[in-house]
């Protein structure tokens, strides 16, 4: 087994055991829970923003794409539009969510999203171990907050605790088939991995910018409001020094 697909493979099975800290809302009182929720989101935000901006975008030139390349990170928001569109589906925050009316769809939705997270990790570990591992733990940033809010969904959709901690399992498992094929078509993923790295980046800025900050711009009080944006700011340092240390 190859270095970048032995990483690849750890990687996505470690995001794919996150789709059991859903678990954990089952110990917190609803209240506690959005606190700490409103927290992760803050510092998933910053950290999908650092990582694109800090990383993949970086990484993008330095492989030569010098022209055009803020084309593609608009061509990557915009497929991640189109997809949260076409399948009914959003990043959801909260225990339980009045957005989410079909909870196969939303597990659809989520075993595509992982799928192409695996796509994402391997083809980064392809060119460089540091950018796989910060990919990783902008994939992971962003999937804790989700994942409290999609096993939320699934409860309220009529699922029982241990069925919605299997399926959202399940659905987390396409990480890993998504990193198998993309490191099989590795010479398609390589031919492509100038494009990929500045569309995930899109992808990385569109759910900072249309599902999780709109999330932070909810809490009102101006008090309350500061200690998720210091968390924003977290993780944007805690890229910015990923870069650093792994550099």
Request: charged fraction near 10%; proline fraction near 2%.
């Amino acid at each position: 087994m190859s270095l970048p697909l032995f990483w690849a493979i750890i990687a996505t099975l470690a995001v794919s055991l996150i789709s059991f800290v859903g678990v954990l809302t089952l110990a917190f009182k609803e209240k506690l829970l959005n606190k700490i929720t409103l927290l992760l989101v803050g510092l998933s935000a910053g950290a999908l923003i650092g990582g694109a901006f800090l990383h993949l975008i970086p990484e993008a030139i330095e492989e030569g794409m010098s022209q055009n390349i803020f084309l593609f990170v608009i061509i990557g928001f915009v497929i991640f539009y189109i997809l949260e569109k076409a399948l009914h589906w959003r990043h959801c925050h909260k225990g339980k969510c009045e957005i989410h009316m079909f909870t196969y769809m939303n597990l659809f939705g989520d075993a595509l999203h992982n799928f192409m997270d695996g796509v994402v990790i391997v083809a980064s570990f392809i060119v460089d171990v540091k950018l796989g591992f910060i990919t990783t733990l902008a994939v992971i940033a962003h999937e804790i907050p989700q994942e409290f809010g999609d096993f939320g969904v699934l409860i309220h959709g009529g699922f029982g605790k241990a069925k919605a901690l299997l399926c959202n399992f399940l659905t987390g498992l396409t990480a890993i088939i998504g990193a198998l094929f993309g490191y099989f078509l590795s010479t398609i993923v390589q031919e492509w991995i100038i494009y990929i790295l500045p569309i995930t980046a899109g992808g990385f800025i569109y759910i900072a910018a249309t599902d999780l900050i709109p999330e932070l711009h909810k809490q009102i009080d101006i008090k309350k409001s500061i200690l998720p944006f210091l968390f924003f700011l977290i993780g944007l340092a805690f890229m910015w020094a990923t870069g650093v240390l792994l550099g």
